[in-house]
Nanobody
Framework: QVQLVESGGGLVQAGGSLRLSCAVS???????????MGWYRQAPGKQRELAAT???????NYADSVKGRFTISRDNAWTTVYLQMNSLKPEDTAIYYC?????????WGKGTLVTVSS
């Protein structure tokens, strides 16, 4: 099993920045089998959507809506995954969820709320 706990959300004005963190814990065998992690977001009244992902080989992928503004990164041991969010817009307001995919299954955190005021 893998547990994911997000932090770093909050209220920020448009144009500001936030850094989200996802702390990863669990059995060594489960964590070592993680091959992909990412951040998804769900705005009020909308479906959950991909924001950014990163693979075990550090290959990153971003939604078009966040390219050039968000940066996903991780440490070597899959203990923490980050999402640096710059030039935030009101439409970035959402609950941000951490996600992990491993050979043993898929895991989700409970989310952290990001609110961007205009």
């Amino acid at each position: 099993q893998v547990q994911l706990v997000e932090s770093g959300g909050g209220l920020v004005q448009a144009g500001g920045s936030l850094r989200l963190s996802c702390a990863v814990s669990g059995s060594i065998s489960s964590i070592s089998s993680i091959n992909n992690m990412g951040w998804y977001r769900q705005a009020p009244g909308k479906q959950r959507e991909l924001a950014a992902t990163i693979t075990s080989g550090y290959i990153t992928n971003y939604a078009d809506s966040v390219k050039g503004r968000f940066t996903i990164s991780r440490d070597n041991a899959w203990t923490t995954v980050y999402l640096q969010m710059n030039s935030l817009k009101p439409e970035d307001t959402a609950i941000y969820y951490c996600y992990a995919a491993s050979l043993r299954g898929e895991y989700w955190g409970k989310g952290t709320l990001v609110t961007v005021s205009s």
